[in-house]
Nanobody
């Protein structure tokens, strides 16, 4: 059974940076898609950034393009996907969720993912 564990959230001032990590284990690592979604209070969950095992053409939503960067690192039995978030804005405040699927292409929609983490809170405030 796949397991996703997010970390790296916290409180940061506007203009600051955070790096989120998603440690994935328990599924096939030859081909995978992993991405980040976020949900702000009172709003629907939205797609943020996504990457696949081929690492071609990662996706970033327009709202984070130029500020967020997604990357990945493979170890023997785990894949860790990072979300480097720079120039953070108060509107980036949300719970950030990591999601995964066993397919080698970039996925951007919630329904395309099979596995989800518990989420990590990011708060941007002065």
């Amino acid at each position: 059974q796949a397991r996703l564990v997010e970390s790296g959230g916290g409180l940061v001032q506007p203009g600051g940076s955070l790096r989120l990590s998603c440690a994935a284990s328990g599924f096939t690592f030859d081909y995978w898609a992993i991405g980040w979604f976020r949900q702000a209070p009172g709003k629907e969950r939205e797609s943020v950034s996504h990457i696949s095992s081929s690492r071609n053409s990662p996706y970033h939503a327009d709202s984070v393009k130029g500020r967020f960067t997604i990357s990945s690192d493979n170890a023997k039995d785990t894949v860790t996907v990072y979300l480097q978030m720079n120039s953070l804005k108060p509107e980036d405040t949300a719970v950030y969720y990591c999601a995964a699927a066993n397919i080698d292409r970039v996925l951007t929609a919630e329904y395309e993912y099979d596995y989800w983490g518990q989420g990590t809170q990011v708060t941007v405030s002065s």
